[in-house]
């Protein structure tokens, strides 16, 4: 409806007249149009790695130039976009094509195209990285931020940027993983409640898995409380291929894990966990044998994971054929003979005996990091570090995932233990001798998996400031 604009007549003092403006119309993108349209939209995208001058601006609308980094232009003349009126009063001088986009999705974008930290100056968000930019300033009503995207003259953070990889992230900007590539798994209480994420698999699972020992107990959805709904997704939950935007601290991933670790002999003291004494501690029980791979050996092993690395490039030039990390996988849902393609120990260049362990040199000591300092550690790194420590964390992660579904009856019971002794006294739940050890394997992969989620971006302060379902423009 357009809004009359009163002017008087000055010839006439008891007379006025009225002015009708019609305001312009502009596209809008919401977050949930965007999830409805990728399995529609998504499989014509042929968003790929941009190199060099390719990254410079094609297009004068910089929100153009985020949505071709997807090459989803094309969402532009779907039903999916909707149009509104605005009043371009409140827009800056020469602002001819803006986008109204809620600032939930702008965030899922920013993410998945690169942005991997997130600071809140004023009230104004800025998404940024080393490679790219999504900054905000205050805007004119009815959009209270305008917000513009740049891209640097650098490599690209991420190695695809196809339809395919938004899934792992869309339920990740909810605050949720998968379980068995088919049940959502919230970490958060605000998703907890929502129909069809109460996860009857996954405590079905436990449940015919697990050993039928003297310490089984039952695990059910009624043990979804507290610190309970993150451990039970870390412990539990598929890997994340591609793990770009997460509610960390909003999930209390760091807190979750602190506590998981009270209930290990090994996790518990912090001034031993090295690499060491991880391996001392299986041995003394004779379980297995930890295998290290020094930071010289993994730097030649030709991994990829999701994130862009620079070491690929002499590896390249050396004539290596790199080898794809398989995440996306539990290794409780994985134990099921319908669901064993896929987990598999890391192609080591080494040959490694059925009953070791792998542990990559400086793993245990970054996990150590993340616990006492939280993802301080994490954000203060360069692109090209977390692109390794990326690889890294995912590489680990596969190798723990296989050795827990090698273990799968005792692993689950161990499991099920922590989740429900979850809030009980530690002194009378850490275990020691062979249960014991199955159990640090675990923690330790609650542990990957808050690292891994952590160096994505972090958007809990929007949440916090109740700022996602904001509608804002981008220029």
């Given at each position: 409806?357009?809004?009359?604009?009163?002017?008087?007549?000055?010839?006439?003092?008891?007379?006025?007249?009225?002015?009708?403006?019609?305001?312009?119309?502009?596209?809008?993108?919401?977050?949930?149009?965007?999830?409805?349209?990728?399995?529609?939209?998504?499989?014509?995208?042929?968003?790929?790695?941009?190199?060099?001058?390719?990254?410079?601006?094609?297009?004068?609308?910089?929100?153009?130039?985020?949505?071709?980094?997807?090459?989803?232009?094309?969402?532009?003349?779907?039903?999916?976009?909707?149009?509104?009126?605005?009043?371009?009063?409140?827009?800056?001088?020469?602002?001819?094509?803006?986008?109204?986009?809620?600032?939930?999705?702008?965030?899922?974008?920013?993410?998945?195209?690169?942005?991997?930290?997130?600071?809140?100056?004023?009230g104004m968000p800025t998404f940024s990285s080393d490679t790219c930019r999504l900054q905000f300033t205050p805007g004119g009503a009815p959009f209270t931020m305008i917000g513009r995207f740049k891209?640097?003259?650098?490599?690209?953070?991420?190695?695809?940027?196809?339809?395919?990889?938004?899934?792992?992230?869309?339920?990740?900007?909810?605050?949720?993983?998968?379980?068995?590539?088919?049940?959502?798994?919230?970490?958060?209480?605000?998703?907890?409640?929502?129909?069809?994420?109460?996860?009857?698999?996954?405590?079905?699972?436990?449940?015919?898995?697990?050993?039928?020992?003297?310490?089984?107990?039952?695990?059910?959805?009624?043990?979804?409380?507290?610190?309970?709904?993150?451990?039970?997704?870390?412990?539990?939950?598929?890997?994340?291929?591609?793990?770009?935007?997460?509610?960390?601290?909003?999930?209390?991933?760091?807190?979750?894990?602190?506590?998981?670790?009270?209930?290990?002999?090994?996790?518990?003291?912090?001034?031993?966990?090295?690499?060491?004494?991880?391996?001392?501690?299986?041995?003394?029980?004779?379980?297995?044998?930890?295998?290290?791979?020094?930071?010289?050996?993994?730097?030649?092993?030709?991994?990829?994971?999701?994130?862009?690395?620079?070491?690929?490039?002499?590896?390249?030039?050396?004539?290596?054929?790199?080898?794809?990390?398989?995440?996306?996988?539990?290794?409780?849902?994985?134990?099921?003979?319908?669901?064993?393609?896929?987990?598999?120990?890391?192609?080591?260049?080494?040959?490694?005996?059925?009953?070791?362990?792998?542990?990559?040199?400086?793993?245990?000591?970054?996990?150590?990091?993340?616990?006492?300092?939280?993802?301080?550690?994490?954000?203060?790194?360069?692109?090209?570090?977390?692109?390794?420590?990326?690889?890294?964390?995912?590489?680990?992660?596969?190798?723990?995932?296989?050795?827990?579904?090698?273990?799968?009856?005792?692993?689950?019971?161990?499991?099920?233990?922590?989740?429900?002794?979850?809030?009980?006294?530690?002194?009378?739940?850490?275990?020691?001798?062979?249960?014991?050890?199955?159990?640090?394997?675990?923690?330790?992969?609650?542990?990957?998996?808050?690292?891994?989620?952590?160096?994505?971006?972090?958007?809990?302060?929007?949440?916090?400031?109740?700022?996602?379902?904001?509608?804002?423009?981008?220029?």
């Amino acid at each position: 409806m357009s809004c009359p604009t009163l002017t008087k007549d000055p010839c006439d003092p008891a007379s006025f007249c009225f002015t009708i403006r019609k305001n312009r119309t502009i596209p809008h993108l919401k977050w949930f149009s965007l999830v409805d349209a990728l399995p529609h939209l998504g499989p014509t995208w042929n968003g790929e790695p941009q190199l060099g001058t390719d990254r410079l601006a094609r297009y004068r609308e910089t929100w153009m130039n985020l949505l071709a980094v997807f090459g989803a232009q094309d969402i532009l003349s779907s039903n999916f976009m909707k149009n509104i009126p605005i009043d371009t009063e409140g827009l800056p001088a020469r602002c001819e094509n803006p986008l109204a986009i809620d600032l939930a999705c702008a965030a899922l974008l920013a993410g998945m195209a690169g942005c991997d930290k997130l600071v809140m100056q004023e009230g104004m968000p800025t998404f940024s990285s080393d490679t790219c930019r999504l900054q905000f300033t205050p805007g004119g009503a009815p959009f209270t931020m305008i917000g513009r995207f740049k891209q640097e003259l650098t490599m690209p953070t991420y190695c695809t940027y196809s339809w395919g990889a938004f899934k792992s992230p869309l339920r990740g900007s909810m605050g949720a993983l998968s379980y068995g590539s088919e049940e959502t798994m919230p970490l958060t209480h605000w998703l907890a409640s929502a129909d069809g994420m109460s996860c009857p698999n996954l405590f079905q699972d436990i449940q015919q898995i697990r050993c039928n020992c003297l310490h089984a107990v039952d695990v059910s959805s009624a043990d979804r409380s507290g610190l309970k709904l993150p451990v039970l997704a870390l412990l539990f939950a598929d890997s994340p291929s591609h793990p770009r935007i997460f509610p960390s601290e909003r999930c209390n991933l760091r807190q979750a894990v602190n506590t998981l670790a009270d209930h290990s002999i090994y996790w518990r003291h912090v001034m031993d966990r090295r690499r060491e004494t991880f391996a001392a501690t299986f041995e003394s029980v004779g379980i297995s044998t930890i295998n290290p791979v020094s930071k010289a050996e993994f730097d030649i092993e030709p991994f990829t994971g999701d994130r862009f690395e620079t070491r690929w490039l002499n590896l390249y030039r050396s004539g290596r054929s790199l080898k794809a990390i398989e995440l996306g996988y539990s290794w409780l849902a994985s134990a099921k003979p319908s669901r064993q393609e896929g987990l598999e120990r890391p192609k080591w260049q080494r040959d490694f005996d059925d009953s070791s362990l792998v542990i990559i040199d400086g793993m245990i000591e970054h996990c150590n990091t993340y616990m006492t300092t939280g993802m301080s550690s994490v954000q203060q790194m360069t692109s090209s570090v977390k692109g390794l420590l990326h690889t890294t964390v995912s590489c680990q992660l596969q190798e723990v995932d296989w050795w827990l579904g090698e273990r799968k009856d005792i692993a689950a019971c161990e499991a099920s233990i922590l989740v429900k002794n979850l809030t009980e006294s530690e002194s009378s739940h850490a275990r020691g001798g062979e249960r014991g050890c199955v159990r640090a394997i675990l923690i330790f992969r609650a542990i990957l998996m808050a690292l891994l989620l952590s160096i994505g971006l972090d958007h809990s302060a929007l949440k916090e400031a109740g700022l996602l379902d904001n509608q804002i423009v981008l220029l």
